[in-house]
T-cell receptor, first 109, second 113 residues
């Protein structure tokens, strides 16, 4: 099946810093989503982005489908951005998502 | 409010007992999914259902069973055949549109003693 790799696995930032999270995938995809998992375990949709660029406040994402990667940008990070960021892709039929292992982000004061 | 509910939030069971996790949605979504998450890992698909009275195995279905008798409900049973059942279980649902996304419930933490 399709492989999804995320980097870095862990990231510590000072509040106000910017960061870039990367997601590489091994095959063509129908769908790509970025999620944020908060410390209580809830997954929150950030972006549906199979290709192109989207922005939502301090977050933006870019997917280059032909090169099989996606980037999530976090600007002016805040402590509430802490948690795990997952990339998930849908390939083939069935609308099934395959998740990467995530990037654990900690934003410190 | 529209959304996905999972109950209970925390569940403790003795080894060898079957346990059923509840997942309900009022989003009128056709598709529903069950995932398992182990510490420090991503989510892995257990079972999914795209329509009432039909479901398919995901990547790690062994030791689990599901039913889909109603559109709103997709309960997951963790059987005694599941060798390592202690985990965080997440339920999701998705609409029918091509660009629809999966929405997740708050999860159930199962601990088998």
């Amino acid at each position: 099946g399709i492989q999804v790799e995320q980097s870095p696995p862990d990231l510590i930032l000072q509040e106000g810093a910017n960061s870039t999270l990367r997601c590489n995938f091994s095959d063509s995809v129908n769908n790509l989503q970025w999620f944020h998992q908060n410390p209580w375990g809830q997954l929150i949709n950030l972006f549906y982005i199979p290709s192109g660029t989207k922005q939502n406040g301090r977050l933006s994402a870019t997917t280059v489908a032909t090169e099989r990667y996606s980037l999530l940008y976090i600007s002016s990070s805040q402590t509430t951005d802490s948690g795990v960021y997952f990339c998930a892709v849908e390939s083939g039929g069935g609308n099934k998502l395959t998740f990467g292992t995530g990037t654990q982000l900690k934003v410190e004061l | 409010d529209g959304g996905i509910t999972q109950s209970p939030k925390y569940l403790f069971r003795k080894e060898g007992q079957n346990v059923t996790l509840s997942c309900e949605q009022n989003l009128n979504h056709d598709a529903m999914y069950w995932y398992r998450q182990d510490p420090g890992q991503g989510l892995r698909l257990i079972y999914y259902s795209q329509i009432v009275n039909d479901f398919q195995k995901g990547d790690i279905a062994e030791g689990y069973s599901v039913s889909r008798e109603k559109k709103e409900s997709f309960p997951l049973t963790v059987t005694s055949a599941q060798k390592n059942p202690t985990a965080f279980y997440l339920c999701a649902s998705r609409g029918r549109g091509a660009t629809d996304t999966q929405y997740f419930g708050p999860g159930t933490r199962l601990t088998v003693l």
